[in-house]
């Protein structure tokens, strides 16, 4: 039930951040919608494909589907309350990765795969949706800046593996390493962390 909960809230988090992008861009209603649909699936498509499991996760169950629609409307709707455009894209997407990091750990568990393979995977499932709507929206995707994006996935995932050895129930470190995602990307970005530039000082 959490499992499942986390996938349909995450699904719901990147919908409407692929809204706020599309919109930002002014595409019609159908081009709002393509970009909501390929944000919150895209990253789950490309895991349920390496692990062989299809036809994927969202062909199966139309609840996924009905959410991006339903997420869809509401963002349109109410898009004029949210005041700062770029501010709510950020909390959105940041929300959505930290819950599909662990959709993606989960998945790998279930298929038997080893800690580092999951990690990887959940990875991938939190990053690669926004991946392909950055790339629609002709974007740089974030994920290939400096930011602490990836890697912020990557440790969250590393720390669910860590609580585990501990006397900790399950349901407990599944929670803590989604906040230790979403955590290290609100932290990296309110103090300006970011990975070291491997170009060195470049010219203004």
Same mark, same amino acid.
């Given at each position: 039930m959490l499992y499942q909960t986390i996938d349909i809230l995450g699904t719901i988090a990147f919908a409407i951040s692929g809204v706020l992008v599309a919109m930002e861009k002014r595409l019609d209603l159908f081009g709002v919608l393509i970009i909501a649909f390929v944000t919150a699936i895209g990253g789950g498509t490309l895991r349920d494909l390496l692990i062989g499991n299809t036809p994927v996760g969202w062909m199966h169950d139309l609840t996924y589907v009905i959410t991006i629609f339903i997420s869809v409307v509401?963002? =349109?709707?109410?898009?004029?309350?949210l005041k700062y455009l770029r501010k709510s894209l950020f909390l959105f997407d940041t929300i959505g990765i930290g819950l599909y990091t662990m959709v993606g750990v989960e998945k790998g568990?279930?298929?038997?795969?080893?800690?580092?393979?999951?990690?990887?995977? #959940?990875?991938?499932?939190?990053?690669?949706? #926004?991946?392909?709507?950055? =790339?629609?929206?002709n974007e740089i995707p974030v994920i290939f800046h400096k930011e602490i994006y990836a890697t912020a996935c990557i440790l969250g995932a590393l720390s669910y593996f860590? =609580?585990?050895?501990?006397?900790?129930?399950?349901?407990?470190?599944?929670?803590?390493?989604?906040?230790?995602?979403?955590?290290?990307?609100?932290?990296a970005v309110r103090f300006k962390i970011s990975l070291p530039s491997i170009y060195g000082k470049q010219s203004p």
């Open positions: 509401f963002a =349109i709707l109410f898009v004029n309350k568990l279930e298929a038997q795969l080893l800690p580092i393979i999951c990690i990887f995977l #959940g990875t991938m499932t939190a990053c690669f949706g #926004g991946v392909i709507r950055d =790339i629609l929206c860590l =609580i585990i050895q501990f006397p900790v129930k399950d349901e407990y470190a599944y929670i803590a390493a989604i906040l230790v995602v979403i955590l290290l990307r609100l932290l």
